[in-house]
């Protein structure tokens, strides 16, 4: 495992944008593939974004965020961002960052390791 480490939460109001960061070691960023997650109070953890190695590209968002969140990564920087617009209280919930380690769904928590500590976002309405 590697150590990811999340930045970017905070408290906002309905509307406003937050971008968060997850930085992880050099070693093989570029060839790696990432997910951010997030888990609210009371609730399991949910799979939100996807961004696939350098090499394939691709990025995928659940439909409840599509249009309003963007994964993107900045390999030069070790870095994975997603940048959240027009947040909603139902946004609410500590954001995680995976290393995904091997296939199957996208969705499925299973296949990533390297969870970072998490950052939280709160969406006051």
């Known amino acids: 495992q590697v150590q990811l480490v999340e930045s970017g939460g905070g408290l906002v109001e309905a509307g406003d944008s937050l971008r968060l960061s997850c930085t992880a070691p050099?070693?093989?960023?570029?060839?790696?593939?990432f997910g951010w997650f997030r888990q609210a109070p009371g609730k399991e953890r949910e799979f939100v974004a996807f961004?696939?190695?350098?090499?394939?590209?691709?990025?995928y968002h659940i439909p409840s965020v599509k249009g309003r969140f963007t994964i993107s990564r900045d390999n030069a920087k070790n870095t994975v961002y997603l940048q959240m617009n027009s947040l909603k209280s139902e946004d609410t919930a500590v954001y995680y960052c995976a290393r995904r380690v091997r296939d199957g769904r996208i969705e499925d928590l299973t296949a990533y390791d390297s969870w970072g500590q998490g950052t939280q976002v709160t969406v006051s309405s």
């Open positions: 050099e070693r093989t960023f570029g060839t790696e593939s």
């Open positions: 961004i696939s190695s350098l090499s394939s590209g691709g990025s």
